[in-house]
């Protein structure tokens, strides 16, 4: 008889491209993935719901449930009863958004044991019995539900630099001779320092003021090479002591709050420049991750701990697109993220019973909204920066590759193993703004139009948007994926309602302003087909002035969406994607696309009892096959919304089920045919 798991581990890796893992293996690099994917079974054709992009694609994977069943149809959510217009979205990071049954909620009411770490849209947990850490956001101690654009707040703020120069979210100081200062390292020549203001940068709890000390001093009398931070100026009371390039130990601070409430903190700090004259100089402080506050029960979160790794606000990612530091410092904060990650799991797989264990990580996507377009060679600005950007990702990779590992050991054996990502992801494109073809057509007017405007000065406008957006991003915005400033960017246009018939709303959606179900719509319902037809026509009619093709791939009625799992009151009147050489990393690309070096077809493994060894699965299959797969695998009871398929093609047995059943069958017969004759079962 077929072996059956006795625990399965869900590993989530966001944006994950199964190939590119394949190639570094074929380098002779990332042994965990290598073990897993010979030892069992890999999707070649994975496809992820449409859009390619977050929040809906780790429902699914986790409900077994299109995005139509379980309401999560985008990164953004809109606000119920407001007009349709993309200003009126909330992203939509909450387990109350989503209307299917998650698969750990279902085996908690079965007396199943459940640990969810780190999980987009988990929190709050459900859960009467499991484990839950994180999931209010990408990173545990993020939390983005309700925010508009691409906002987030944490408990104690992001990350900061003390800085004398100008860097985003930095603090200015100049250093002065230092006065009053206690303990002085023994020969130290003309001490400088500054005090600063502590900034708690984006939190959501209401600090009370807090300044420190920075002592800049020289060892050896050859020029400025240390730096101190200390909360006064007493050197016994520093917290560390640091020369050019190196990073402090993790440090443990109480915070006050405005109320009066202390809240325990850790972090980490690198001098990032220090000149022999102590003009040029710059701190980068981590953000101050709390120690509690994001796990249910809470007391969980005060059980685990680590000693290097630390809470990250995008792993990295937004300090090194503004420009406060290069690629190393990005990828050292990617693998103190991992560390941190890693211990957590590691301590919840062994400290603690499960039957299934789900978990997410976030660095692939961040990397390739940094670099992939460096990556290519159709998009790349040189040979160093294609080099430094392969360098980059197969180190995240390889970090990822050690935290899978330790995970792998905690599991045990007997453990089922699922690998997956929620989307890959391609190099950046041209622009597409989904406003222009519905002012060409008429169909929708910007606020302060006229009837003359030509669309070219709209055009023009997008570029000047995007490049502004690039600004604010900081001086290396350039880096930034492009799905990042089309999210950002569309905010800036404003359709006039009162004259508009239709407008984009989120990443692959048109609204038509529909009388009796939007506020000031105009459109009558009896021309709701016709409408829709005139948009679709649009869409597919356009051309894009700067490369000469369509940019549109698809566009589809509500009614016909359905086919890619889409419909219900959060989805457009009309959906649509673009070609995977326009937009962004992912997101309006289809899951099937493929350019330059990216495709957008998902991570899908499995490794473990029951499953087939060294199998590469050629049948198309989705991420919402994942949940009936292990059900019917586990024998667990499915989630009420699950519409996924099992892979049968997957396992070793795939009659295991109808094999048991009858072999119970011709026991109880026999049964009760001893039974019926007096006789005793043996």
Known sequence: MTNRPKKVAVIGFDCAEPHLIQKHIAEGHLPTFKKLFNGGVLAENCLSPFPTITPPNWASIATGAWPGTHNVTDFHLHKEGTSQVNANTFEGFSSENCKAEFIWDRLDASGKKCIVCNYPGSWPSKMKNGIMVGGAGLTVNEYRNGHTGLESHLALGNDQVVTTGFYPNGTRVTLEDAEGWENLPAGSEDPLAAKFNVRFIDSFEQMAPLSWYVLVTQSAGKGYDRVTLSPTQDVKDALFTLSKGGWSKKIYVKFKTQDGRDIEGSFKAKLLQLSDDAEDFLLFISLFGPTGGWSNPPEIARQLTSKEGILTFTSGLLGYTMGVYEMDTYAEIAELHDLWLGDVATQLMTKHPWDLFCMHSHPIDWIYHSVLTEMDENTCTSKEKYKEAWDLHLRVHQSQDRMLARIVEAAGEDTLFVLVSDHGAVADGSNFNPYIPLIKAGLCVMEGQSEDTDTKALEAQTEIVHNLVKEILGNKGDRVGSEIIELGALTYFSPDIKRSKAFPQRTIYIYINLKGRDPGGIVDPADYEKVQRQIIDALYSYIDPATGVRPVSLALSKKDARILGLHGDHVGDVVYAIYPEFGGQHGPQL????????????????????????????????????????????????????????????????????????????????????????????
Do not use: H
């Open 591 to 682: 899951p099937t696309a493929e350019w330059g070096v990216g495709k957008l077809k998902a991570l899908q493994a499995f490794c473990g009892p029951g499953i087939k060894k060294g199998y590469k699965l050629e049948r198309t299959s989705g991420l919402p096959d994942i949940v009936p797969t292990i059900c019917y695998l586990m024998s667990w009871p499915v989630p009420a919304q699950t519409e996924g398929n099992i892979l049968f093609q997957a396992l070793e047995n795939p009659n295991l089920a109808s094999e048991e059943l009858n072999t119970m069958r011709e026991a109880l017969v026999k049964m009760e045919a001893v039974l019926g004759k007096g006789g005793k079962a043996t």
